[in-house]
């Protein structure tokens, strides 16, 4: 299995990065929060791997860091959590945001995240709370990056119809967090349109 893939960083979008190594382009998806991380392209990148194996497919999910790709494992051990729907849970909220929320028991929170029903996120709390131990201490968020306006827009409205909203209503969620959160950087404007599509 892939644990660790390092090498050029060819393509990098809000929920998928392609990486070079040995000659080999590696489809990577990824949550927000990682592609936040990446470098820019032609840069060399390290990621963590989680290697998911299907009867039809292997599918590569990758991590900026060990703790990030830890709390995607134990999320798809949660009944009714593939990794797809892990990656738009570690999307949705920011790793420490994420165990907080799960070891405050705050289903509000996670029901706000696309795809994650009252069900789903009384599950995720019920069979993960006395797990956020072994993560560690919730480490500072990292600083926001600047960004230019339009292709930050498109990576926003991207992201959010990449987690299944319809184009129109992504930007209208991204209109009004710009309004909210004037000069946010990528991540902080993408939680914050995520917060208005609902």
Known sequence: MIALLRGTLIEKHPNQ????????????????STFTALPEQGARVELRIHTHVREDAIALF????????A???????VSGIGPK????VLSGLAADAL???????AV????RIPGVGKKTAERIVLELRDKMDALGVPAPAPGMI???????DNDVVSALVNLGLQRPAAEAALKKAKAAAPGAGFEALFRKALEHAR
């Open 17 to 32: 990065a392609i990486v070079e190594a040995g000659g080999v382009g590696y489809d990577v998806t990824i949550p927000v």
């Open 62 to 69: 990758g991590f900026s860091s060990s703790r990030e790709k």
């Open 71 to 77: 709390l995607f494992e134990k999320l798809i051990t």
């Open 85 to 88: 729907l892990a990656v738009t």
């Open 99 to 105: 165990i907080a929320s799960i070891r405050g028991g």
């Open 108 to 111: 509000d929170q996670l029901v």
């Open 146 to 152: 600047a960004d230019t306006h339009d292709p930050l």
